[in-house]
């Protein structure tokens, strides 16, 4: 069985999230008029400006669009000057093995799905795509991992991180692809008080709600936003971000959602679905 990621010396632990830019093989590759390579990259760069000094950072899935090894490949170039490990999860556009296969080959990007960080916390990352389908399901042999390693550690605040929504967006055309089996995930939880966050990607858009008591996040996409309360697909004029998050060591959880502070990725508003 695979070893955690340890990483011993930490108190607050900071954490840089990036999630969904949905990369082509193709330099000019686009999604729905975004160029989505040039917008995760004005993103990147927007992130190396910022202070904030993150300690390892979360990419949580649809990090290509196009299913091709080579767009894994780009991803990997594209992050190493963030100069953090990168842990990740699959999303609903990503394949395997391409995606595995193309991201081993690279020290930077880390394939451990449970990390010790400093003395008080774990994150605890799950796989919840489904092969050929966009809505998401954790198999029982996820539940079985997550409910392992949160016993392992029973005395550390815990973040799970996976790809799909939990809470509903109140989008129709949305909310039809979130987990399948949140209800089972809380079942597994509600042994572990220590949970104090979920973080996910998915839906292009914030969230920061509570769920059972346990604050749930979600994180603006590096290319096309979706705008939240539409039944239809609809598409939001406003820009792409990245989360910050500091996990302390009460058990708190402190974060932000920054944006680029320009609108150059705008995108088709016509497009009636992706």
């Known amino acids: 069985?695979?070893?955690?990621?340890?990483?011993?010396?930490?108190?607050?632990?900071?954490?840089?999230?990036?999630?969904?830019?949905?990369?082509?093989?193709?330099?000019?590759?686009?999604?729905?008029?975004?160029?989505?390579?040039?917008?995760f990259g004005a993103v990147?760069?927007?992130?190396?400006?910022?202070?904030?000094?993150?300690?390892?950072?979360?990419?949580?899935g649809d990090l290509v669009q196009d299913h091709n090894?080579?767009?894994?490949?780009?991803?990997?170039?594209?992050?190493?000057?963030?100069?953090?490990?990168?842990?990740?999860?699959?999303?609903?556009h990503d394949l395997q093995p391409q995606m595995s296969n193309a991201l081993s080959m690279y020290a930077q990007i880390q394939p451990h799905k449970q990390v010790l960080a400093g003395e008080k916390w774990q994150v605890i990352l799950l796989d919840s795509h489904l092969p050929d389908r966009p809505k998401g399901e954790l198999s029982q042999a996820q539940?079985?991992?997550?409910?392992?390693?949160?016993?392992?550690?029973?005395?550390?605040?815990?973040?799970?991180?996976?790809?799909h929504n939990i809470l509903p967006t109140n989008s129709a055309w949305l909310d039809q692809h979130s987990l399948a089996n949140a209800d089972q995930l809380a079942d597994v939880l509600s042994d572990f008080p220590r949970v104090k966050g979920i973080?996910?990607?998915?839906?292009?858009?914030e969230v920061d709600?509570?769920?059972?008591?346990?604050?749930?996040?979600?994180t603006p996409s590096t290319c096309i936003q979706f705008k939240p309360n539409c039944d239809k697909f609809t598409l939001d004029p406003i820009p792409q971000g990245w989360r910050e998050l500091i996990l302390h060591p009460d058990g708190t959880i402190e974060t932000q959602v920054k944006r680029l502070d320009c609108n150059d990725f705008l995108p088709n508003f016509n497009a009636q679905g992706y």
């Open 69 to 92: 090894r080579e767009a894994y490949h780009r991803f990997a170039n594209m992050v190493k000057p963030l100069a953090k490990p990168i842990f990740w999860v699959e999303g609903n």
């Open 209 to 218: 709600q509570m769920w059972h008591g346990y604050r749930v996040l979600a």
């Open 44 to 60: 990147l760069n927007a992130i190396l400006r910022e202070p904030f000094q993150y300690d390892f950072i979360l990419a949580t």
């Open 1 to 39: 069985m695979q070893e955690p990621y340890h990483f011993p010396d930490l108190a607050s632990i900071r954490i840089l999230q990036i999630t969904d830019p949905h990369l082509f093989t193709s330099e000019d590759g686009q999604l729905l008029g975004v160029p989505t390579i040039r917008s």
């Open 143 to 163: 539940l079985n991992f997550l409910a392992e390693k949160l016993a392992a550690y029973p005395d550390r605040y815990a973040l799970i991180v996976l790809h």
């Open 199 to 205: 973080l996910h990607g998915h839906i292009h858009q």
